[in-house]
């Protein structure tokens, strides 16, 4: 498995959890505007870092799918600032958030 391949798997995973999380939140928080406006948040960077990435395997060009990678990245500082927010009002079980993100500062590059 090359590298990108197994960058497509890791998004792709981490796109799924975030898609569970997202329902677990309106299963159970369906009258709570904050926890459903932060899920939406979460689930459109969530899945974007994943889409984006594939989309960046068959960009056009160099600069084209660097310019796809720098967006994988915003998003997934984007996730990592709902995930927090979602721990810091606990609406979600605490380690399943802390595991999110760890994933996403995995995926961040430094």
Not at 11 to 31: D, E, G, N, P, V
Not at 33 to 53: W, Y
Not at 65 to 88: D, G, P
Request: charged share 25%; hydrophobic share 40%.
């Amino acid at each position: 498995m090359d590298l990108h391949e197994a960058l497509r798997d890791r998004t792709k995973r981490f796109a799924s959890r975030i898609i569970r999380l997202y329902a677990y939140l309106q299963q159970r928080y369906h009258y709570n505007d904050a926890a459903l406006v932060i899920g939406k948040q979460l689930l459109r960077s969530g899945t974007g870092c994943a889409a984006n990435h594939g989309e960046a395997r068959h960009s056009r060009s160099r600069a084209d799918r660097i310019a796809k990678f720098y967006i994988v990245v915003q998003e997934l500082e984007e996730s990592a600032l709902w995930l927090k927010l979602l721990h810091e009002h606990e609406m979600a079980y605490a380690v399943e958030i802390e595991q999110l993100i760890n994933k996403t500062n995995d995926h961040i590059p430094q």
